[in-house]
């Protein structure tokens, strides 16, 4: 064979072999192809769909951001006890857990709650409404001692979490007190947060709960 015939059949196997090639592995083309489609296949059934942001609520560590406007109230009769309450002044629900923490002028200690009083509920306040704590501040009979004037009272709110019995973080609540002052001896009790007013006093009042105190 001349060397012009081994240039052309060289020349033909060459063109064969890419041939070949192309139709085996589809080409360039080919191969964009199927990755597009493979792209734009919708998920397999079993697969979730993305999931839709739900309503914002209430932290549970900080329920209402400071929008509970928190007052106390002289109570007309008996002496010796005075109405705390919480206003939800918000647009939203607030939520109020446990009992309040109640500390007087520098006490460090905070007052304790009357255990009877306890509610396993939460308090979910709509805007504009209010949760009631009734306080013993003195014993009408004498048995709480000497007792003294207070001029300043902190109160917290307490962490969803009852187990733990921890106040929320942040800044307390300040109210006035009825006169600028309140009488406390060492008697002095906190109910739990409740509905009502009424169902607050029951447990402060002659005849009613016996303020002991939880352990």
């Not at 923490?101 to 709650?113: G, H, I």
Request: glycine fraction near 10%; hydrophobic fraction near 35%; include cysteine.
């Amino acid at each position: 064979m001349t060397s012009r015939n081994l240039r052309i059949a060289a020349a033909l196997a060459a063109v064969a072999a890419l041939t070949l090639t192309a139709c085996d592995s589809g080409g360039e083309g080919g191969t964009k192809d199927k990755g597009q489609k493979a792209d734009k296949a919708p998920p397999a059934s079993g697969a979730p769909a993305s999931a839709s942001p739900e309503a914002a609520v209430p932290s549970p560590e900080n329920p209402c951001d400071g929008a509970l406007k928190v007052e106390v109230k002289a109570a007309e009769s008996p002496a010796g006890h005075a109405l705390l309450v919480a206003t939800n002044t918000s647009d939203k629900l607030c939520l109020v857990d446990g009992f309040p923490y109640l500390r007087f002028d520098q006490d460090q200690a905070t007052v304790l709650p009357v255990q009877e009083s306890a509610t396993q509920d939460r308090i979910g306040l709509r805007p504009g409404k209010s949760a009631y704590a009734a306080v013993l501040t003195s014993a009408g009979d004498g048995s709480g001692g000497k007792g003294r004037d207070v001029s300043r009272l902190s109160v917290t709110f307490q962490k969803p979490d009852r187990l733990t019995m921890e106040p929320l973080p942040g800044a307390p609540a300040r109210p006035a007190l009825p006169g600028g002052k309140l009488h406390v001896d060492d008697k002095v009790r906190t109910t739990y947060w409740m509905y009502d007013e009424a169902g607050a006093q029951e447990w402060v009042v002659p005849g009613g709960g016996a303020a002991k105190p939880a352990m």
